[in-house]
């Protein structure tokens, strides 16, 4: 917490992994709950409080129905003696209890104490062919003795729970008849009023459902009205976080409040998104201030980690190193104003080497590793893990130097056009050449690359984001062997080797060895290149620098490296170039001193 098409099957948003659930579904779904929990059990409740209630008035019925049996069953007695007919005074009895038969398993039984049934009738035909219940007949008899014992045979009545052939569980009222000598017994099976109750139990946990489903989209409704707001300022919130890059502003961006409240109500939700507002822009603020003192490595690290430490590693990286020629005199002459030129001079090349990374051009994460007067550090290579091999960070230090040297003579070529109109106007004054020659500034540009130091460096208070090592000075020495050799870019063997790893690179560049340097503090030579791009679509280094002329003056370094001073002499006469008068200059008519070795050792940094 992109585009804001991110969302999940349901339709939420998502931050990262995370789905995002509105506010308003996880209020709905507890009230939604609770109401089915509170409108369930309720229900429940009722069905128990029902349930006895139905067994109470079942028992009362099945009483009353039992003492109609009884009636009918006493006066059938009294037909039988006279017509000498059991069987059809029987079969009355069984026709008058059917007619009360109200549900599927409903029975009248009349049963004899020693187990055997004088009749019985059931709903729809059903008949058992004898009581298997020994335990509920013996309750009956037990009930009937205790009657007899107490002096009232006639009172033996009561209620029974028995179980049929089957196994089901029957519940009714009993009462014990004299004359045909047997229990009358009227009964229900237990199971079909509970299955009754659990009809209307569920009858009515659909209407619940139905209604609850109902209230839901009404709820909603309602609670996207209430949270309306909130909703607007969880998708302003969520597309800032989707969109929120660590990028460098323009002096003209203006960093705004992330939540439109225009709309808003005036409530604690409004006034929390206010206050959101207020803290996200000083942060902004204060972050675009912090990125514009110190490395973007460190502010990526900063915001990612939530912290900076003092820590490094060794890492592979490549150092590029540029100042600006004779900038002390240029200071002299300026005085104050230089700031200005520096800025102009540093607004061009710092974009040069740490680009913008939306469009994908800093490819090996190249950052300025400081700035120091009128110098500045590039490194390339932080991206990836430190055991990775990355030639291409030193295709894109020797891009960048040919870019720095280009914005460097565009800017050269605006003042030679200023001049020309201060000298049409006559106002070219021997003051505005000073100034003139004072801010037509030249760089050069050192490359070099290898095992460094990088980290954080300091105590904590005070730290810096930093490269140290011998190839970080190296690059140093290298730039300032441009103002010796009057070329404006210089690079390593390391740096070569890894330009020639990439294959565009490779057509692309061509590498003439220009000299083996000792410098001052080594004991050991140094062979510098110049990366000649055969692409270079400037006018004048297209003429100046060609493979023809570097062909012409390698052939003459070879000689110088062999001792045959005399070839070398001729052959960079031949070419024509400014770095071979540097030769010349070095050599003059001597020939190779004796033990030569073919290193030119510098006597000054």
Not at 86 to 111: M, Q, T, W, Y
Not at 123 to 144: I, M, P, R, T, V
Not at 148 to 164: A, D, I, Y
Request: some cysteine.
């Amino acid at each position: 917490m992109g585009s804001s098409a991110e969302k999940n099957f349901f339709g939420f948003q998502k931050s990262g992994k995370t789905t995002i659930v509105p506010i308003s579904i996880k209020i709905l779904t507890v009230f939604v709950l609770l109401i089915l929990i509170s409108c369930l059990t309720t229900n429940f409740i009722t069905l128990v409080f029902t349930q006895r209630q139905t067994i109470s008035l079942t028992n009362e019925l099945l009483v009353y129905q039992l003492s109609d049996l009884y009636s009918n069953a006493s006066n059938q007695f009294q037909i039988s003696m006279y017509s000498q007919n059991e069987v059809d005074s029987l079969n009355s009895v069984k026709d008058a209890a059917k007619r009360d038969f109200s549900r599927p398993h409903s029975v009248a039984i009349g049963l004899k104490r020693d187990g055997s049934m004088l009749f019985m009738v059931g709903k729809d035909g059903l008949e058992w062919d004898d009581f298997s219940d020994g335990d509920a007949l013996s309750s009956l008899n037990a009930a009937y003795d205790k009657a007899v014992s107490e002096g009232n045979p006639e009172r033996v009545e009561g209620s029974v729970v028995f179980k049929s052939p089957a196994g089901e569980e029957y519940m009714g009222v009993y009462k014990f008849h004299e004359d045909w000598n047997c229990f009358l017994i009227r009964a229900e099976l237990r199971s079909d009023t509970k299955n009754e109750l659990y009809r209307i139990y569920l009858k009515i946990s659909g209407i619940i459902l139905i209604l609850t489903i109902g209230f839901v989209f009404v709820g909603i409704s309602v609670l996207n009205l209430l949270f309306s707001s909130i909703k607007s300022f969880t998708s302003d919130v969520y597309e800032l976080h989707k969109t929120q890059r660590l990028e460098k502003l323009g002096d003209s961006v203006q960093v705004t409040a992330p939540i439109d409240i225009s709309g808003a109500s005036n409530d604690d939700i409004t006034y929390l998104a206010a206050n959101f507002n207020s803290l996200y822009m000083n942060t902004a603020n204060l972050r675009n201030i912090f990125q514009r003192f110190v490395s973007k490595n460190v502010v990526d690290q900063a915001y990612n980690d939530r912290r900076v430490e003092l820590k490094g590693e060794q890492r592979q990286l490549t150092i590029l190193f540029t100042d600006i020629k004779n900038f002390t005199n240029r200071t002299e002459i300026l005085g104050n104003e230089i700031i200005r030129l520096l800025n102009i001079h540093y607004n061009s090349i710092i974009g040069i080497i740490q680009p913008d990374e939306d469009r994908g051009e800093n490819k090996s994460k190249a950052f300025i590793g400081s700035l120091i007067g009128d110098a500045v550090l590039g490194v390339f290579g932080i991206s990836g893990k430190k055991e990775d091999v990355n030639p291409q960070k030193s295709v894109d230090a020797v891009s960048c130097a040919w870019k720095m040297t280009l914005k460097t003579k565009l800017f050269r070529q605006k003042m030679d056009e200023r001049k020309k109109e201060l000298e049409a106007a006559g106002r070219f004054t021997s003051q505005a050449r000073q100034v003139y020659e004072a801010v037509r500034i030249d760089i050069g540009v050192g490359i070099d690359g290898g095992e460094v130091f990088y980290g954080n460096i300091g105590s904590n208070r005070y730290m810096a984001n930093t490269v140290i090592g011998d190839n970080v000075n190296s690059a140093s020495r290298i730039e300032g062997l441009t103002r010796f050799y009057k070329l404006p870019i210089l690079v390593s063997s390391y740096v070569r080797d890894e330009v020639m790893k990439v294959p565009e690179a490779a057509e692309r560049y061509r590498f003439y060895e220009v000299d083996t340097v000792q410098v001052k503090g080594k004991h050991v030579g140094k062979k510098i290149y110049f990366p000649l791009d055969t692409m270079q679509e400037d006018p004048d280094y297209a003429a100046e620098f060609t493979q023809e002329k570097f062909e012409v003056f390698e052939e003459g370094l070879s000689a110088y490296y062999a001792g045959d001073w005399k070839t070398a002499r001729s052959k960079w006469k031949k070419c024509g170039m400014t770095v071979a008068e540097v030769f010349l200059d070095r050599i003059g008519l001597k020939n190779a001193p004796a033990g030569w070795s073919g290193i030119w050792i510098m006597s000054t940094k």
